[in-house]
C-alpha cells in the first residue's frame, strides 16, 4: 500500500514539474515577445571643462578644452540609450551650458542646454548632471551655448547607430566623424566687445580653417617686431599636423561631416573622390553624388567615399569659405587622405583642389534643392499649416549699436530663462507682447539699404497652439551695406522641420506656396536661407517646451538674430530644480 502511495505521490510531484516546467516556457517566450532583444542602454560621461593653452592652428591661445581635448570626446550611443554627462564647470571666472544640438529633447526639454532659454548657467565651480535619450539614429553635435564660447573649442559629435540587429539602408564598412570649423586668434571675449562697441568692431574674417581640430596658420606672417612668434606660433607643433583619414583600399567609408563654423558657410571636397549624400541632420536623403559639399554652420551629413583611386599615393581633403570673399584673408583647411599602407604623414604629390567659387550662389542654391527624403523613408508632411510666420533677416542700428534683427526686433535673453518664467507664471520676466509675424511685404525693399534702419529690442515669445503645424518663412535682404546678402543658416531646437522649398527674391505669400514640395521633402534641424532668397519650413508644435530659434553664426545671435517658441508649457510637470539655481539667487 505504501508503496503505491509513494508511486502516485511521486508521479504527482513529477507531473507538477512538467506543468511548472511549461509554464516558465510561457512565461519566457511571453517576455521574448514583450522585451525587445536590444535592450537600450546608459551611457555615462565625465566631463571637465576648463581652460588650456592649445595650438590648433600652430598659433598658441587660450582654448575651452573637455577633459583636455578640443574637439571634445565623442558621445557614441545607439538608438533609444539615454546618455548622462556630469558636468564640472572649471572655467572659474565663465559660467557655461551645452546644446545637444540635433536631439529633440523629448520629455526632457530642460536638457536642451540653452542658457537663458531652458536653464540657468552652470557657475565655475559647479557640476551639473544632463540626462536625455537620443531617439533617432544620425549625426549631431554638442556645443556650448553661452556667450560666444563655442568658436572657443566647446564642441564636439554625438554618432547614434541603429539598434543592434539593424542596419542603414546603404551599405558602408567603416565609420568616420569629422568637425569642419573657422579660427579665430583673437578670443571671444574681444570679439563680443567689438560687437557691442560704439563704433562697431566686425570680428573680420577667420584666421584659419580646422579639419577635426586641425589646420595650418602661416607663421611667418606674424612679422611684428614686439612679437616673439617662436613662442606663439610654431609650425612644427604635431597639434596641428593635417588630419588624416586612413583607409584601406576598395573599402566603402561613411563620413559623418558636420560644421560648427562661428561665422563661415563652407565647401568640402576629396581630391579625386566623389562623395555620395546619404544623411542629413539624422535623416536618409535620397542618394546624389557631389565633388563639392557645401555645409552651414549647424548641419550635419553623411556621404559615402569608395577608396577606388590609386593606392600608392595619399590625397588631400580640403575645405574652402564659401558665401564670403575670404579668398586673400583665410586659406584653405587641409587634411590628408590616407591610402594604406603609405605613410599617413606623407604629403600628396599633387596642388590641393582649389574648391568652388566663393561666390557661385548657383550651384549652393541647386544642392539645397537637391536633398529630398530617401524612398521609403519619407514622413509626409501636413497638406496645410495652422499658422504662417514670415522672418525677414536685416541688420539694424539700435542706439547706435549694430544689431541683427527679425521683423525689425532685435532678440535679448531674459535673467530668468523662458522655460521656467513661462511655467511659474513669471510674467515680469519677459516681454509680454509678442514678436511680429510677419513684415511689410508690399512696401519693403529687400534688394536695398533700407532708409529707416532702426530696431527695437525684445524678448517676447511666439506662443504656438499644441499641436499646431507652424509655417516659417525666412526672408533675407540687404544688409546695412550695399549690395551686401548674407548667407545665414538657422537652427531649430526640439523639433525638426521639413524644408518645403527655396527661392531667389522676395516670397510672394499668395503664389509661392503652391510650388511647395509637399511630396518628398526632407526633414532637417538646420537649413540656410541664400543671399536675397527665401527658405520656406513647417513644423509640428508638438513637443511641450521653450525652444530657440536662431542663426547659427556666433556672432549674428550674439548680437540678436534669434526668437523663441513656446508650446504645450501646461503639460509639462515639476521642473527639476537643477536648472533654477539663477531664480533662486535673484
Same mark, same amino acid.
Given at each position: ?316 581633403? *580640403?575645405? %574652402?569659405? @564659401? &558665401?564670403? /570673399? ?10 590628408? +587622405?590616407?591610402?594604406? #599602407? ?51 533677416? *536685416?541688420? %539694424?542700428? @539700435? &542706439?547706435? /549699436? ?10 535679448? +535673453?531674459?535673467?530668468? #530663462? ?169
Amino acid at each position: 500500500m505504501a508503496y503505491f502511495f509513494d508511486m502516485a505521490v511521486s508521479s504527482r510531484f513529477r507531473g507538477m514539474k512538467i506543468l511548472n516546467l511549461l509554464a516558465l516556457c510561457v512565461l519566457i517566450f511571453s517576455l521574448a515577445n514583450i522585451v525587445p532583444m536590444a535592450e537600450a542602454r546608459i551611457r555615462r560621461y565625465k566631463w571637465e571643462v576648463k581652460y588650456e593653452y592649445k595650438s590648433p592652428d600652430c598659433f598658441r591661445k587660450v582654448v575651452i578644452t573637455i577633459n583636455g581635448r578640443t574637439p571634445g570626446p565623442t558621445i557614441q550611443a545607439r538608438q533609444n540609450d539615454t546618455v548622462i554627462v556630469e558636468l564640472k564647470n572649471s572655467l572659474l571666472t565663465e559660467n557655461v551650458a551645452i546644446h545637444w544640438h540635433g536631439i529633440r529633447q523629448i520629455g526632457t526639454p530642460w536638457a536642451d542646454g540653452t542658457e537663458g532659454v531652458t536653464q540657468c548657467p552652470i557657475l565655475p565651480g559647479e557640476t551639473f548632471t544632463y540626462k536625455f535619450v537620443v531617439d533617432r539614429p544620425g549625426t549631431y553635435l554638442y556645443h556650448a551655448h553661452y556667450g560666444m564660447q563655442r568658436e572657443a573649442g566647446l564642441y564636439g559629435s554625438i554618432r547614434v547607430s541603429l539598434p543592434e540587429g539593424e542596419s542603414e539602408p546603404y551599405a558602408y564598412d567603416y565609420d568616420r566623424s569629422i568637425i569642419l570649423n573657422d579660427w579665430f586668434h583673437r578670443s571671444a571675449f574681444e570679439q563680443a566687445a567689438g560687437l557691442s562697441s560704439i563704433p562697431f568692431q566686425w570680428v573680420g574674417e577667420p584666421q584659419s580653417l580646422l579639419i577635426q581640430g586641425k589646420g595650418r596658420f602661416n607663421c611667418s606672417s606674424l612679422n611684428s617686431p614686439s612679437l616673439n612668434v617662436g613662442t606663439i606660433c610654431n609650425e612644427t607643433n604635431p597639434e596641428c599636423s593635417p588630419y588624416v583619414i586612413t583607409v584601406i583600399p576598395g573599402k566603402t567609408y561613411r563620413l559623418r561631416i558636420s560644421s560648427l563654423t562661428a561665422l563661415s558657410a563652407l565647401s568640402f571636397q576629396i581630391e579625386g573622390h566623389n562623395m555620395t549624400v546619404v544623411e542629413a541632420d539624422g535623416h536618409n536623403v535620397e542618394p546624389f553624388v557631389v565633388q563639392n559639399l557645401f555645409i552651414y554652420s549647424g548641419e550635419t551629413y553623411s556621404v559615402l567615399i569608395k577608396a577606388d583611386q590609386n593606392p600608392t599615393r595619399n590625397y588631400w581633403a *580640403t575645405t %574652402n569659405i @564659401v &558665401s564670403r /570673399n575670404a579668398t586673400f584673408t583665410t586659406p584653405p583647411g587641409l587634411a590628408i +587622405l590616407n591610402y594604406y #599602407p603609405n605613410h599617413p604623414k606623407r604629403s600628396p604629390p599633387t596642388t590641393p583642389p582649389s574648391g568652388p567659387l566663393w561666390n557661385d550662389v548657383g550651384s549652393r542654391l541647386n544642392q539645397s534643392l537637391a536633398i529630398k527624403a530617401r524612398k521609403g523613408f519619407i514622413v509626409p508632411p501636413p497638406q496645410s499649416a495652422d499658422r504662417m510666420i514670415v522672418m525677414l533677416n *536685416t541688420q %539694424n542700428n @539700435v &542706439s547706435g /549699436n549694430v544689431r541683427w534683427s527679425v521683423n525689425k526686433v532685435t532678440y535679448t +535673453l531674459p535673467h530668468i #530663462p523662458y522655460l521656467i518664467a513661462l511655467k511659474e507664471n513669471i510674467t515680469s520676466a519677459f516681454d509680454q507682447t509678442p514678436p511680429p509675424d510677419g513684415y511689410d511685404f508690399k512696401n519693403y525693399d529687400i534688394f536695398g539699404v533700407a532708409e529707416n534702419k532702426s530696431a527695437t529690442i525684445g524678448s517676447g515669445v511666439y506662443r504656438l497652439n499644441f499641436n499646431s503645424t507652424v509655417d516659417i518663412i525666412l526672408q533675407n535682404a540687404n544688409s546695412m551695406s550695399n549690395k551686401t546678402s548674407e548667407t545665414h543658416p538657422w537652427h531649430l531646437h526640439g523639433h525638426d522641420f521639413w524644408v518645403l522649398g527655396y527661392g531667389e527674391g522676395k516670397f510672394d505669400i499668395y503664389n509661392d506656396p503652391k510650388k511647395y514640395n509637399l511630396v518628398n521633402p526632407i526633414m532637417k534641424n538646420t537649413v540656410p536661407v541664400h543671399r536675397y532668397g527665401w527658405t520656406a519650413l513647417r513644423f509640428r508644435a508638438d513637443n511641450p517646451g521653450a525652444w530657440a530659434f536662431h542663426c547659427h553664426i556666433e556672432s549674428h545671435f550674439y548680437m540678436g538674430m534669434g526668437v523663441v517658441f513656446a508650446e504645450g508649457i501646461e503639460r509639462l510637470g515639476e521642473l527639476p530644480s537643477s536648472i533654477k539655481g539663477c531664480v533662486h539667487r535673484k
